[in-house]
């Protein structure tokens, strides 16, 4: 089944609600890159630190973001009947698999992900102190850049270098959508072994077939 919609379907009869599920991806992503320069720009100015320990704290976040990434695409997403209209799952997920050239769902509403992003600051401020204001930064840059690479691969072509395994293995995972739940690192469907087969074909390992990209 093709999918040639390019404009947005109506997800919610409240006109409040549906307007926020229309995102501009750059508009996000240049909020949320603010928000981290200016996280970490704080921290060093005011907390006392080493470069070895903001490198580490920094890709650490990084790393956790990708973690966070791979098991709510998985668990949260995928959960339920995730491509049937009346479900939940199918309005913060399931519409981005059947209409997945729509260029304005293929983001979070900018009020939920700040919301969602200023709990996790929370919750590591808990966990770490002071230490939160140079982990953050490199959470929130994670999710910048998992917003940058999933515009890409839907509005661009892949090009003909390294990168090119991005778009590879999210239109991987539209087509099988039990696999590749990682789109900004391939290291948790490593470790969950949730890889595609390199000769991935027919039936194998697949409950949706006909999703395409």
């Known amino acids: ?30 909020i949320y890159v603010a928000t981290a320069m200016g996280v970490l720009v704080y921290g060093l100015s005011t907390i006392p630190t080493t470069f070895i320990q903001v490198f580490v704290l920094f890709n650490l976040g990084r790393v956790t973001f990708t973690l966070v ?16 209209p009346t479900e939940w799952q199918f309005k913060i997920h ?12 293929l983001a979070m509403p900018i009020p939920l992900a700040i919301v969602i992003l200023g709990s996790f600051f929370f919750l ?31 509005m661009r072509k892949a090009p003909k270098n390294y990168f090119k395994w991005f778009w590879r293995l999210h239109h991987l ?4 959508d039990d696999r590749a739940f990682g789109l900004s690192s391939r290291l948790w469907d490593r470790v969950f072994r949730t890889m595609p087969p390199k000769k991935m074909n027919g039936k194998r390992g697949v409950r949706n077939q006909k999703s395409k990209i």
């Open 94 to 105: 399931g519409v981005h698999h059947k209409h997945p050239k729509v260029e304005d769902q």
């Open 69 to 84: 990434e791979y098991l709510l695409h998985r668990y949260v997403y995928h959960s339920g009947k995730y491509d049937q």
């Open 173 to 176: 995972h539209h087509r099988f």
């Open 124 to 154: 590591f401020y808990y966990l770490m102190g002071s230490n939160s204001f140079f982990f953050f930064p490199g959470f929130v840059l994670g999710y910048a850049f998992y917003l940058t690479m999933h515009y890409l691969i839907h």
């Open 1 to 30: 089944m093709k999918n040639e919609l390019k404009t947005a379907p109506r997800l919610f009869d409240n006109a409040f609600l549906e307007k926020l599920t229309h995102t501009n991806s750059k508009v996000a992503i240049t």
